[in-house]
């Protein structure tokens, strides 16, 4: 029995470096002691930023890709990015104008609920590589509801410490009632050969009006109020995984900032050990001023951590997390995770105690899919209804059905669970996925018909090797019951098709918003056909998309 243990924990290991291996192969060159993407530091971090660094350090990149952007980069610096033939065999909704087969990833989506012609949607955009200042974060826009794409760009650099820095990916956009929208990302110094610092969260906010006028790209006139909402304090600290959400509490419009805040060896950015926790910010609606930053959760050693937060119908703000149990088995799989909710009252910035909402065993935080190569984590995200006048706050997040040797996630579900008493009771937890590989939940309340609609991707379409994705869309009563399936992909997406990033990136999520019936949702999938920087034959490459449907 002990000898078939130890070989069961040696395979484990096995199979655990050959994960690393697969996702980043530290170069001969990297930095002695310098974590690299796939690698502990990189695995638990926003996967925008090891992308990032690679586009800085390429020669840290693993095989592969490591060629594929030392390429790109070098065709960018000559100059000779041609014009493409033109797009060929497009499926779907496509929401960009790029005609040069760049990535788009990380969709974030929202529209106007007094005006839903007015729709935004934010994405990593790859088209970064041409923009001399390195910002990231792409802005989609449309002015008839997302059947059309009026302007898009670039958000521009946000000041910190003095400097423009440029925007980095991480995108979330949102909007208040009054058609007012705002983005928020990640903002740190790349270019030229930057070191990330200084780095923090930037928030931005503008109108439709100005979206639909403006000259698009990096134009500062596109975004006229930017502000840094959290800088970070020292060298080694970097901050990361940023959400906000913008509503009514305490009789004023207000925006809500949460993400995370990992601290470094001083000396050693990005090395290891690291702590890291969630940290909230609360700006006023004009972005003039914002607190001081709030924790959330205690230090971890290391853990995930993703944060989301929301403005619920009652006014009050609801933060919930991850936390894993990397403090006691250092790295070693599984990571038990388990999510936490904290509640403020209307109009406060003063949380409630943290309240445990699930625990999951057989998380998706350092596995891999069995049979896809992008890195996935389990990502929980919560939203708030009112039922017979009281808040209900629910959570979604993936759990594998089984994780072998804990390193291999098979048949990943969507979960729920919702509290009728501010998170100190929880129901039982209710499986909304059908079957089949499924990953990156949103959940939107629809306030106008009392209704969820909670998307994410399926591989359930494939089920020989479960493989090619969808992307699924079901109305959940609000007593997270499925009432309603629907397949929003035209026909299953190949996500290893793009010939940048081929299957190793596709973001950590994607998003829907709900509202009066209607749910817009934003994804990546391979569907058009595009020649890379002029070259070559259009081939299928990634794109972000937006999927209008009744729900």
Not at 299 to 306: M, R, T
Not at 465 to 480: C, I, K, M, P
């Amino acid at each position: 029995m002990t000898t078939r243990i130890s070989a069961t924990r040696s395979l484990r290991w096995v199979l655990m470096a050959l994960l690393l291996g697969l996702i980043a192969l530290p170069a001969a060159g990297a930095p002695k002691g310098r974590d690299t993407l796939g690698s502990r530091t990189f695995l638990r971090m926003s996967q925008s930023v090891g992308i990032r660094y690679y586009l800085q350090h390429p020669d840290q990149a693993p095989g592969r890709l490591a060629e594929r952007l030392s390429a790109a980069s070098r065709l960018v610096a000559t100059g000779r990015t041609g014009s493409s033939r033109g797009p060929a065999n497009v499926l779907g909704d496509v929401f960009n104008g790029d005609d040069l087969g760049l990535p788009q990833n990380e969709e974030s989506v929202t529209a106007c609920r007094s005006d839903t012609d007015i729709v935004l949607e934010g994405t990593n955009d790859y088209r970064g590589l041409l923009d001399p200042d390195g910002n990231f974060t792409g802005w989609h826009f449309s002015k008839d509801g997302g059947r059309s794409l009026a302007n898009e760009g670039l958000l521009p650099p946000v000041e910190m410490k003095g400097q423009q820095i440029e925007s980095g990916g991480d995108p979330i956009v949102v909007a208040d009632d009054d058609c007012n929208l705002y983005a928020a990302d990640l903002n740190y110094d790349v270019v030229p050969d930057g070191d990330f610092l200084p780095n923090g969260v930037g928030v931005y906010k503008t109108d439709a009006e100005t979206l639909a006028k403006c000259p698009g790209g990096t134009d500062p006139s596109c975004w006229p109020v930017r502000k840094a909402a959290a800088v970070a304090k020292a060298d080694n600290v970097f901050l990361d995984k940023p959400w906000i959400y913008v509503g009514e509490s305490g009789g004023e419009t207000v925006v809500w900032v949460v993400y995370a805040e990992f601290t470094f060896p001083p000396d050693d950015f990005f090395g290891l050990p690291f702590t890291n926790l969630i940290k909230a910010v609360r700006c006023d609606a004009d972005l003039v001023s914002c607190t001081k930053p709030i924790t959330i959760s205690r230090p971890q050693n290391p853990s995930i951590q993703f944060g989301d937060v929301t403005i619920g119908p009652d006014g009050r703000t609801y933060i919930t997390w991850e936390e894993d149990n990397d403090l006691k088995n250092n790295f070693e799989p599984p990571e038990n995770m388990k999510f936490y909710l904290r509640v403020a009252p209307p109009g406060s910035t003063n949380f409630g105690p943290p309240r445990l909402v699930a625990r999951e065993p057989l998380n998706l935080g350092f596995a891999i899919l069995h049979a896809n190569d992008f890195r996935i984590a389990t990502y929980p995200k919560n939203e708030v209804a009112m039922v017979k006048g009281r808040p209900r706050v629910f959570l979604t997040w993936e759990g594998c059905a089984a994780r072998p040797l804990d390193v291999v996630c098979e048949e990943p579900e969507i979960k729920l669970r919702f509290s009728d008493d501010l998170g100190e009771t929880w129901s039982e937890t209710k499986v909304l996925s059908a079957g089949g590989d499924n990953y990156f939940p949103s959940i939107s309340y629809d306030r106008a018909r009392s209704k969820l609609a909670v998307t994410w991707f399926t591989n359930r379409y494939d089920p020989i090797f479960h493989n090619r994705q969808d992307v699924e869309l079901a109305t959940v009563d609000t007593s997270g019951n499925v009432v309603k399936r629907q397949r929003l992909t035209p026909e299953s997406n190949e996500s290893e098709a793009d010939p940048i990033l081929g299957g190793s990136f596709i973001g950590d999520y994607i998003e829907v918003f709900a509202h009066n019936g209607r749910a817009w949702v934003g994804y990546n999938a391979n569907y058009r056909s595009v020649q890379l920087l002029g070259e070559g034959f259009p081939i299928p490459q990634q794109d972000n998309y937006l999927e209008r449907a009744r729900f």
